[in-house]
């Protein structure tokens, strides 16, 4: 099924689904941050901070700041890379998991109440890791 959307639309689609997450007490994160997750979670692993930062195209502090907060609310993980010492892999974990099938879930609910319609179902955000 293909949904399509003006610009309006699109963005209040968002807004809608952000504005439920403030309501519920989501963790408040970033535009940066929120790419920075959802680039581990819908990426296929491994994930580093050098290949995050080309992945989105900005620089390995900016990478690490989002990843610093993210951490801390135990949306990833760092591990050391066994294989290579100096690197850091970033892994996902339940509670990141758990946060964007929610997220998923409001954006479902946003769409259902915006179109004509069954609202399409959310696919499952698995963890892998």
């Known amino acids: 099924m293909t949904l399509s959307l003006n610009s309006n639309q699109a963005l209040n689609l968002w807004r809608k689904a952000v504005v439920e997450g403030v309501r519920n007490e989501a963790p408040d994160l970033t535009a940066r941050q929120m790419a920075v997750l959802l ?4 990426t296929s692993p491994p994930h580093t901070v050098r290949g995050l930062s080309a992945e989105l195209g900005i620089a390995k502090p900016a990478v690490t700041r989002a990843l610093d907060r993210l951490s801390a609310l135990d949306l990833v993980r760092r591990r050391r890379d066994e294989s290579d010492r100096r690197s850091i892999e970033v892994q996902r974990t339940v509670k990141g998991s758990v946060f964007l099938s929610e997220f998923a879930d409001r954006v479902t ?16 955000i698995g963890v892998r890791g």
């Open 39 to 42: 680039t581990v979670y819908l």
């Open 109 to 124: 609910r946003a769409a259902g109440a915006s179109m004509p319609g069954p609202a399409p179902a959310a696919a499952p």
